[in-house]
């Protein structure tokens, strides 16, 4: 992405404007490929965070961002079984801990992608490497297992 490009998509998203699919996933692949200043990565969060996003942005967003790393497929047999409880880690992580194993007891399938390092707390990922023994990286057969 060109720089001049990136800061005309800020300002446009600065001035109230919907940006389109591929001025979504241009910015998505410059912050990925790193051919973008973090100054204007900054001023597109920033005119998005006062701004916000109308839902086909958000869409194309969410879409662009899923895309741009690996994305894992699911046996058909277990669609009725897989669940997903996502986590910033917060204060204590009093959910995911204990709810993640209670469900996988049950038969369903919790492939959890978890944070680590968030502010004084840690991330759920920073509180399960303090169990002895526990391994949070996993290959991809051991996380289909």
């Keep these: 992405m060109a720089r001049h490009q990136a800061w005309m998509d800020s300002l446009k998203k600065r001035d109230g404007g919907q940006l389109s699919d591929d001025e979504i996933k241009a910015f998505i692949q410059a912050v990925k490929e790193k051919t973008i200043q973090d100054s204007q990565t900054g001023a597109m969060l920033m005119a998005i965070w ?16 899923m895309s741009s790393g690996e994305v894992m497929e699911w046996p058909d047999e277990w669609k009725n079984f897989m669940v997903d409880k996502h986590s910033t880690g917060g204060v204590g992580d009093k959910v995911s801990l204990v709810l993640a194993p209670a469900l996988a007891a049950c038969g369903c399938k ?36």
């Design 50 to 65: 006062l701004n916000g996003m109308v839902s086909a942005e958000i869409k194309a967003l969410t879409r662009e961002m």
């Design 110 to 145: 919790v492939p959890m992608i978890s944070g680590r390092g968030l502010a004084h707390t840690g991330g759920t990922l920073d509180k399960l490497e303090s169990i002895p023994g526990f391994k949070v990286e996993q290959s991809r057969e051991q996380v289909k297992r």
